[in-house]
Nanobody, 125 residues
């Protein structure tokens, strides 16, 4: 199984980006796919998650109302639509997936078995 993230870039504050993460391999049994982000010297932090079957979503408080996570089952792809970007959103964004994760652990990076390679998002002020 591989996860391939893309869509990062440089954008001005207030702008938008759309990240994509395509999964290949045995993807039909995903329970959750999520996005995390990380800046140098800090731990990887949870951004958003989507339950593959129901499409139920959950978000980090600071991105609620600005970011939207969605999934396309037919394309084995999860998206992160990011609007009203702020400089503090600058980070490397990673997609993650897991088959057996429980709800109470979806915000913990160590709970995920599969990770994409990361895509850089830079928001200039």
């Amino acid at each position: 199984v591989q996860l391939q993230a893309s869509g990062g870039g440089l954008v001005q504050a207030g702008g938008s980006l759309r990240l994509s993460c395509v999964s290949s391999g045995h993807t039909s049994s995903w329970r959750v796919m999520s996005w995390f982000r990380q800046v140098p010297g800090k731990e990887r932090e949870f951004v958003a998650a989507i339950w593959w079957g129901s499409a139920y979503t959950t978000y980090k408080d600071s991105v609620k109302g600005r970011f939207t996570i969605s999934r396309d089952k037919a394309k084995n792809t999860v998206y992160l639509e990011m609007n009203s970007l702020k400089p503090e959103d600058t980070a490397v964004y990673f997609c993650a997936a897991d088959r057996g994760i429980i709800a109470s652990s979806i915000g913990e990076s160590r709970a995920y078995d599969y990770w994409g390679q990361g895509t850089q998002v830079t928001v200039s002020s």
